[in-house]
């Protein structure tokens, strides 16, 4: 299946609105079945001189991993970058950069840089601009759309379940993820 990126429903509108709102409850369905965040924190566990020097999560949304994070290992830096506002009820230890990705990578530092379902956003030409942002990081750790036709397949089995602009946007996301070691050798890791 060809890589085609696509804008999503969500990214187009306001934060507040009604179809966003959904999505996001949407998505910590989907990425708690997915196991997403678990996956997530349990492989950066194995890092622990990398994690003391902080994690930063780029494409953070509701701040889900890193408030699992902030129980689990307390006193480490967090710093979630999302262009969407502060979500409520998000610790105060975890800093929010509401900057563009690249803006917010240019400054933040860490040992640790994760994404969960975010970098699927960017054509190749983009995730070029990530490789320099990466260097100064000690571990990297992505969890990505997987682009393959069973992949679509498993995703019509929630479509039921799920919110309007959830619908779309699932398919897009995966039509825009990418295919084993696509991404690692786009990124030069």
Not at 12 to 26: F, G, K, M, T
Not at 44 to 59: H, S, T, W, Y
Not at 124 to 133: M, N, Q, S, V
């Amino acid at each position: 299946m060809q890589r085609v990126v696509e804008p999503e429903i969500i990214d187009e509108l306001p934060p507040d609105h009604p179809d966003v709102r959904r999505s996001r409850l949407d998505l910590k369905v989907i990425n708690f079945l997915m196991g997403n965040e678990r996956w997530l924190a349990r492989h950066l566990a194995q890092f622990p001189d990398a994690l003391a020097k902080g994690v930063v999560e780029i494409g953070a949304g509701e701040g889900t991993l890193l408030r699992r994070l902030a129980k689990r290992h307390a006193g480490i830096p967090l710093t979630a970058c999302d262009l969407a506002p502060r979500p409520e009820g998000l610790p105060e230890r975890i800093a929010w950069d509401r900057r563009d990705v690249f803006e917010s990578l240019a400054e933040v530092r860490g040992g640790v840089l994760t994404a969960n379902l975010f970098l699927h956003h960017f054509d190749y030409d983009e995730l070029e601009r990530f490789r320099p942002h990466m260097e100064r990081f000690e571990v990297i750790c992505f969890n990505e759309p997987y682009r393959v036709e069973r992949t679509i397949w498993d995703a019509q089995f929630m479509l039921p379940f799920v919110g309007r602009a959830t619908k779309h946007d699932m398919i897009v996301s995966i039509r825009a993820g990418f295919v084993h070691g696509e991404l690692p050798e786009r990124l030069g890791l």
